[in-house]
């Protein structure tokens, strides 16, 4: 077995090699009871050889090692774990990680903190702080201590690529700004020698957490901005979305015309990159004098999923759930169908009914319990021989979320070509979303905008000025309530447009003002015991999507009306006044509501109509009173 690891690491260093062929001989070792005898370097080395071949049974095979590790940890050394570590998180990242890869992570996190200090300990701890982040290992105190462990080794004895990952991970686990200053202290000093790589991986991650340090990020435009190889597309894409996320447009503006001849003479330009540099021109304000550079990117996008189309199409490989189709039909039965509302031949626009999930393909696991539906087994039996919707990296072709408590539209993409192009108009702001809302309180008519970045983490978000990511929703009051039989409980119908998509925007922007949405357990959860005894949801239902066709830019529009569960809970409530009266009739029917941008007009006339009926009625009492005939 020391044999075969020691070979199975050679061959991922050395060329020449046939390192597939020799790393499926080493998954199928790895699953037999001798492996359990392995040496713990001998199984941190096949492990991390094992990721760079990716053969058949490598899941198994990992898995293996992580039973090993867990079984015999004390025997490990923590740069044994370390690999191992890295290797679990590398495969996890196009996995459901199982929770033996989460426990071994913790343990090689718990390993390096410990580990005596030597030469090396700053390249352990980075090593291990990037896999632990990868995989998403949770424990605030072991990153505190991780953080300080970083800021102690920040000098010389960490390389760039040491840097990046430390600043990296530390940002993904959302780790306090001031944890982070050390490290950033030293990638400003030694920006030059960084590689564009590695510096996209700071600039991203310092963007995340809202550093607005003027020396970094002119450091940083001024680091990009001569860069003129194609490789350095991502550092580019990266730092243009730091700086419009840190909110430089000057910055950003200076920096564009290094792109565009870099666009030109790149063969197959990252789509992450060229989506980051679009989202960032049209953040910015920058569209109308970057439109030649924005149609430039819509074109490469359209070839990149075009290719993709090409050499994919005979290669739908459906994913390993096989559980999700033998009880579809039994679970299916107690549930409310997805209903398709538009479609052509490279989109789909779908009605969410609550209890689905707009999952990846990866976490999306149907059952008869509680766990929610997933959206993409419907899609994958609806659409059998379509590869994006088998492609988890991907999402499995899905655009813009949901939440599974909320009903609405969701857009979904038929072919990579429309799944690029339908990300490059969400990320230009050309997608108009709808919604209606029911929230506590009387939202006044000429609250019409709420801005606030939001903040998320894990399952939730929240409203921070300092580590927030921008977030901007439109809202227009349409209707007023309250319960019958109590004065106090009142109640504002909304219809909101978002123009950033951020986790849970609307239910944390609208908790934010003083009105959260109805029936909201996550952001209201002292209204939830008093909701649920006559709302059964989130009242937020998404009933418009509008956005430029893909072939060509033609509108596409798809509008549903408010589900049945929500007319009946709309259709308890006592209007305050008969334009609301108006609203609650027409919706309460089924009828579809109007776009956004419409429901002033609506609003004015029911309030016309209503002040016309009343004068009337003014006008007959004037005449009863005087005896006479109205005219």
Same mark, same amino acid.
């Given at each position: 077995?020391a @044999?075969?690891g @020691?070979?199975?690491?050679?061959?991922?260093?050395?060329?020449?090699?046939?390192?597939v062929?020799v790393?499926?001989?080493?998954?199928v070792?790895? +699953?037999?009871?001798?492996?359990? !005898?392995?040496?713990?370097?001998?199984?941190? @080395?096949m492990?991390?050889?094992?990721v760079?071949?990716?053969?058949?049974?490598?899941h198994?095979?990992?898995?293996?090692?992580?039973?090993?590790?867990?079984?015999?940890?004390? !025997?490990?050394?923590?740069?044994?774990?370390?690999a191992?570590? =890295?290797a679990?998180?590398?495969a996890a990242?196009? !996995?459901?990680?199982?929770?033996? =890869?989460?426990?071994?992570?913790?343990?090689?996190l718990?390993a390096a903190?410990?580990?005596?200090?030597?030469?090396?300990?700053g390249?352990?701890?980075a090593?291990?702080?990037?896999?632990?982040?990868s995989?998403?290992?949770s424990?605030? %105190?072991? &990153?505190?201590?991780?953080?300080?462990?970083l800021a102690?080794?920040?000098?010389?004895?960490?390389?760039?690529?040491?840097v990046a990952?430390?600043? &990296?991970?530390?940002s993904?686990?959302?780790?306090?700004?001031?944890? /982070?200053?050390?490290?950033v202290?030293?990638?400003?000093?030694?920006?030059?020698?960084?590689?564009p790589?590695?510096l996209?991986a700071?600039?991203?991650a310092?963007?995340t957490?809202?550093?607005?340090s003027?020396? &970094?990020? !002119?450091?940083?435009?001024?680091?990009?901005?001569?860069?003129t190889?194609?490789?350095?597309?991502?550092?580019?894409?990266?730092?243009? =979305?730091?700086?419009?996320?840190?909110?430089?447009?000057?910055?950003?503006?200076?920096?564009?015309?290094?792109?565009a %001849?870099?666009?030109? +003479?790149?063969?197959?330009?990252?789509?992450?990159a060229?989506?980051? /540099?679009?989202?960032?021109?049209?953040?910015?304000?920058?569209?109308?004098?970057?439109?030649p550079?924005l149609?430039?990117?819509?074109?490469?996008?359209r070839l990149?999923?075009k290719l993709?189309?090409?050499?994919?199409?005979?290669? $739908?490989n459906? /994913?390993?759930?096989?559980? $999700?189709?033998?009880?579809?039909?039994?679970?299916l #039965?107690? #549930?409310?169908?997805?209903?398709i509302?538009f479609?052509?031949?490279?989109?789909?626009?779908?009605?969410? %009914?609550?209890?689905?999930?707009?999952d990846?393909g990866?976490?999306?696991?149907?059952?008869?319990?509680?766990?929610?539906?997933?959206?993409?087994?419907?899609?994958?039996?609806?659409f059998?021989?379509?590869p994006?919707?088998?492609?988890?990296?991907?999402? +499995?072709?899905?655009?813009?979320r949901?939440?599974?408590?909320?009903?609405?539209? $969701?857009?979904c993409a038929?072919?990579?070509e429309a799944?690029?192009?339908?990300q490059?108009?969400?990320?230009?702001?050309?997608?108009?979303?709808?919604?209606?809302v029911?929230?506590?309180?009387?939202?006044?008519?000429?609250? @019409?905008?709420i801005?606030?970045?939001?903040w998320?983490?894990?399952?939730?978000?929240?409203?921070d000025f300092?580590?927030?990511?921008?977030?901007?929703? /439109?809202?227009?009051?349409?209707?007023?309530?309250?319960?019958d039989?109590?004065?106090?409980?009142?109640y504002?119908?909304?219809?909101?447009?978002?123009v950033?998509g951020?986790?849970?925007?609307?239910r944390c922007?609208?908790?934010?003002?003083?009105h959260?949405?109805v029936?909201?357990?996550?952001y209201?959860?002292e209204?939830?015991?008093?909701?649920?005894?006559w709302?059964?949801r989130?009242?937020?239902?998404?009933?418009?999507?509008?956005? %430029?066709?893909?072939?060509?830019?033609?509108?596409?529009?798809?509008?549903?009306?408010?589900?049945?569960d929500l007319?009946?809970v709309?259709?308890q409530?006592?209007?305050?006044?008969p #334009?609301?009266a108006?609203?609650?009739?027409?919706?309460?029917?089924?009828e *579809?509501?109007v776009?956004f941008?419409?429901?002033?007009?609506?609003? *004015?006339?029911?309030?016309?109509?209503?002040?016309?009926s009343?004068?009337?009625?003014?006008?007959?009492?004037?005449?009863k009173?005087?005896?006479?005939?109205?005219?």
């Amino acid at each position: 077995m020391a @044999n075969l690891g @020691n070979l199975l690491w050679a061959s991922a260093t050395l060329n020449g090699i046939n390192l597939v062929e020799v790393a499926e001989r080493a998954a199928v070792r790895m +699953c037999e009871p001798a492996f359990l !005898e392995a040496s713990p370097q001998g199984v941190a @080395n096949m492990a991390w050889a094992l990721v760079f071949a990716s053969p058949s049974g490598m899941h198994q095979a990992l898995t293996r090692a992580a039973e090993v590790a867990e079984l015999r940890t004390p !025997e490990f050394r923590p740069r044994d774990l370390a690999a191992l570590g =890295w290797a679990l998180a590398v495969a996890a990242q196009a !996995e459901l990680v199982p929770e033996l =890869w989460l426990r071994v992570a913790h343990a090689s996190l718990e390993a390096a903190l410990e580990a005596p200090h030597g030469r090396n300990s700053g390249k352990l701890l980075a090593q291990t702080a990037w896999a632990c982040a990868s995989i998403r290992t949770s424990s605030e %105190p072991l &990153w505190n201590r991780l953080a300080a462990g970083l800021a102690h080794c920040a000098g010389d004895s960490l390389s760039s690529q040491d840097v990046a990952n430390g600043i &990296w991970a530390l940002s993904t686990m959302s780790c306090q700004p001031s944890s /982070l200053e050390a490290l950033v202290a030293v990638a400003q000093g030694r920006i030059q020698s960084f590689e564009p790589r590695q510096l996209a991986a700071c600039a991203w991650a310092l963007a995340t957490t809202r550093d607005h340090s003027s020396s &970094w990020l !002119e450091a940083l435009a001024s680091a990009a901005a001569v860069a003129t190889s194609p490789g350095a597309l991502p550092l580019l894409g990266a730092s243009a =979305w730091a700086l419009a996320s840190c909110d430089k447009p000057e910055l950003l503006q200076a920096l564009l015309p290094t792109i565009a %001849p870099l666009l030109k +003479c790149a063969d197959s330009p990252s789509h992450e990159a060229m989506l980051q /540099l679009a989202w960032s021109i049209s953040l910015s304000g920058l569209s109308t004098s970057q439109r030649p550079l924005l149609d430039n990117i819509e074109e490469l996008l359209r070839l990149e999923g075009k290719l993709r189309d090409g050499t994919r199409s005979d290669k $739908v490989n459906p /994913l390993q759930i096989p559980e $999700v189709h033998q009880c579809f039909t039994k679970v299916l #039965a107690m #549930a409310e169908l997805p209903r398709i509302v538009f479609q052509d031949k490279d989109l789909v626009i779908l009605y969410k %009914p609550i209890h689905w999930e707009v999952d990846d393909g990866i976490t999306g696991k149907l059952s008869s319990g509680r766990r929610p539906l997933p959206l993409s087994a419907f899609m994958q039996q609806r659409f059998p021989n379509r590869p994006i919707l088998h492609d988890t990296s991907l999402g +499995c072709g899905f655009q813009g979320r949901l939440d599974v408590q909320s009903s609405g539209l $969701v857009m979904c993409a038929l072919t990579y070509e429309a799944f690029f192009l339908l990300q490059f108009r969400q990320d230009t702001h050309d997608v108009a979303r709808e919604y209606l809302v029911l929230c506590h309180g009387l939202v006044p008519q000429e609250l @019409n905008e709420i801005r606030a970045p939001l903040w998320s983490k894990e399952s939730s978000s929240r409203v921070d000025f300092v580590r927030g990511a921008a977030a901007k929703t /439109l809202l227009q009051p349409i209707a007023w309530f309250r319960r019958d039989g109590s004065e106090n409980e009142h109640y504002s119908l909304l219809v909101i447009s978002i123009v950033t998509g951020r986790k849970h925007q609307i239910r944390c922007h609208l908790a934010h003002v003083g009105h959260p949405v109805v029936c909201d357990g996550r952001y209201a959860a002292e209204e939830l015991f008093k909701d649920v005894t006559w709302c059964p949801r989130n009242f937020l239902h998404r009933f418009r999507i509008e956005l %430029p066709g893909i072939a060509s830019r033609e509108k596409v529009e798809a509008c549903d009306s408010l589900p049945r569960d929500l007319q009946q809970v709309l259709g308890q409530l006592m209007p305050a006044d008969p #334009a609301s009266a108006a609203v609650q009739k027409d919706l309460v029917a089924g009828e *579809e509501p109007v776009p956004f941008a419409d429901w002033l007009l609506v609003t *004015e006339k029911h309030m016309s109509a209503a002040l016309s009926s009343i004068a009337g009625v003014c006008t007959i009492v004037e005449a009863k009173l005087s005896n006479k005939k109205p005219d």
